[in-house]
T-cell receptor
Framework: EPEVTQTPSHQVTQMGQEVILRCVPI?????FYWYRQILGQKVEFLVS????????KSEIFDDQFSVERPDGSNFTLKIRSTKLEDSAMYFC???????????????FGPGTRLLVL | AQTVTQSQPEMSVQEAETVTLSCTYD???????LFWYKQPPSRQMILVIR??????QNATENRFSVNFQKAAKSFSLKISDSQLGDAAMYFC???????????FGAGTILRVKS
């Protein structure tokens, strides 16, 4: 069964450094998402992406964050200048489309654990 | 804004027995989706079951079933014949029809005792 994959599984970085988290969504999916989960807290929506544009973003997704689909398979989340509070698990998800429940269901990757020191 | 509440931080069940995980939500919308996701210790969040709000019939997937009470805004997950592999964090989530984001509850850790 197709899966969403994410790399790296763990990333340690120094405060102020840039990080890029990578995701490969399910191949026929058109909608892509990033969520994060700070340790002990709820999973929170960051951003959704469709047709090479951000379709929705949360208030967490400020100018330090950006997303990109650099080619036909990858979907990336960049944090330009990491802060201590960016330490979290970051999940990528994808869905096929809209119009029926099956297509709108989001499938998640295993996550990237980001630690900012 | 929609909110999802899971009031049970942790639950335990004996292998082969049945357990019910609770979830309530708040919304002013009439049409939406509700989900249960499972996150085992290996971290991959896996879809367990989905319920469309316009359907009165409760969704079932093998040993997993839901009790969807739309008027009460309640969406509980029943796991029958619990297995050791069911041990995980379970998240309840809400999504508007045609919306982008999932709104998650805080999760319930399920422990299965042999």
């Amino acid at each position: 069964e197709p899966e969403v994959t994410q790399t790296p599984s763990h990333q340690v970085t120094q405060m102020g450094q840039e990080v890029i988290l990578r995701c490969v969504p399910i191949s026929n999916h058109l909608y892509f998402y990033w969520y994060r989960q700070i340790l002990g807290q709820k999973v929170e929506f960051l951003v959704s992406f469709y047709n090479n544009e951000i379709s929705e973003k949360s208030e967490i997704f400020d100018d330090q964050f950006s997303v990109e689909r650099p080619d036909g398979s990858n979907f990336t989340l960049k944090i330009r200048s990491t802060k201590l509070e960016d330490s979290a698990m970051y999940f990528c998800a994808s869905s096929e489309g809209f119009g029926d429940p099956r297509k709108e269901t989001q499938y998640f990757g295993p996550g990237t654990r980001l630690l900012v020191l | 804004a929609q909110t999802v509440t899971q009031s049970q931080p942790e639950m335990s069940v004996q292998e082969a027995e049945t357990v019910t995980l609770s979830c309530t939500y708040d919304t002013s919308e009439s049409d939406y989706y509700l989900f249960w996701y499972k996150q085992p210790p290996s971290r991959q969040m896996i879809l367990v079951i989905r319920q469309e709000a316009y359907k009165q019939q409760n969704a079932t997937e093998n040993r997993f079933s839901v009790n969807f009470q739309k008027a009460a805004k309640s969406f509980s997950l029943k796991i029958s014949d619990s297995q050791l592999g069911d041990a995980a964090m379970y998240f309840c989530a809400y999504r508007s029809v045609g919306g982008n984001k999932l709104v998650f509850g805080a999760g319930t850790i399920l422990r299965v005792k042999s």
